[in-house]
């Protein structure tokens, strides 16, 4: 099965969608490719590496993230730290106080 099905059927990304998470797969940081390459050959889709505090696992147990979304949030961790952390607090302080 491609990519492009695969997030689709299994996902439930819709075309544009998977188009758009194909092409950023596509240049993806060298630090995070190897997980993709072991998804692809395996489906498994846990991960604990950390990068800047923040792991697969954390993102989507933590904020709920599927795997692709982790993946890519990941990707923008490490290629702009500055930006992209005080998101992911914000987002971690909102579902706490969602589950109070």
Request: charged letters at 30%.
């Amino acid at each position: 099965m491609e990519m492009k099905e695969i997030l689709m059927k299994e996902y439930n990304y819709p075309d544009y969608g998977a188009d758009i998470i194909i092409k950023e797969l596509s240049s993806l940081n060298p630090q995070v490719t190897p997980i993709l390459e072991r998804w692809k050959e395996t489906r498994n889709e846990e991960d604990g590496q950390l990068f800047h505090d923040w792991s697969i696992n954390l993102l989507r147990e933590e904020l709920g993230y599927n795997f692709f979304g982790a993946l890519l949030t990941l990707d923008c961790v490490i290629k702009d730290p500055d930006e992209t952390l005080p998101f992911l607090e914000k987002d971690k302080y909102i579902i706490a106080k969602n589950n109070e």
